[in-house]
């Protein structure tokens, strides 16, 4: 009677997989929250949207991204406050932001068309918005920032070449409103910092 055999490795993966090579597109579970874009207080006067694509290095769309701001207030604060994450008290579950704090943090997915908006402040004492990328093929996030003036003497602009500036800067559309397309890899790709 033959033997039964082993089955054997596949020889093209000599090593598990890691944890970190298993980015995306896992977001849309547990990450992306109720209101995650809507970072100013509903109905405040002076509310402004930054909104656009993320796009591949084929230029091609990215469905499944999360895109996270950071910003001080208006009045220059940097402490943030409590109300983005909140919990139902009877189920438990998320409930999402509580519509009159305003915490300084923003986290949204991208839609079926690659496209986030975010709802906010003007962020008080600088000229820009912190933003990080997750996405699937990334093994880290990404950091970088979008301006929505054009600042005088603004260090980090400063030590870009001319030509790779304007991936850092929003294009106002109307008043109150700014368009910041992220570029992953490719032609115009967007800057991104190293804070290692």
Do not use: K, N
């Not at 933003?131 to 600042?151: E, I, Q």
């Amino acid at each position: 009677m033959p033997q039964p055999t082993q089955p054997t490795q596949p020889t093209h993966l000599p090593h598990p997989t890691t944890p970190s090579q298993t980015v995306g597109p896992f977001y849309g579970f547990a990450l992306p929250f109720a209101g995650g874009g809507e970072v100013a207080p509903l109905a405040h006067p002076d509310t402004i949207t930054v909104h656009g694509y993320v796009y591949d290095g084929a230029g091609a769309a990215v469905p499944d991204v999360l895109v996270e701001t950071w910003q001080p207030a208006p009045d220059r604060s940097r402490t943030g406050a409590r109300g983005s994450l909140r919990r139902d008290p009877a189920t438990g579950r998320p409930a999402g932001r509580d519509g009159v704090v305003f915490t300084g943090f923003g986290r949204v997915a991208t839609d079926g068309d690659g496209h986030y908006a975010v709802r906010t402040l003007p962020p008080g004492g600088v000229p820009y918005l912190s933003m990080a990328v997750f996405a699937r093929g990334l093994l880290h996030h990404l950091y970088t920032r979008a301006y929505l003036a054009a600042p005088g003497e603004d260090p980090l602009l400063g030590s870009l070449p001319a030509e790779r500036r304007g991936t850092l800067l929003a294009t106002a559309e109307r008043p109150g409103t700014y368009r910041f397309d992220i570029r992953l890899q490719g032609e115009c790709e967007t800057v991104f910092l190293d804070f290692g």
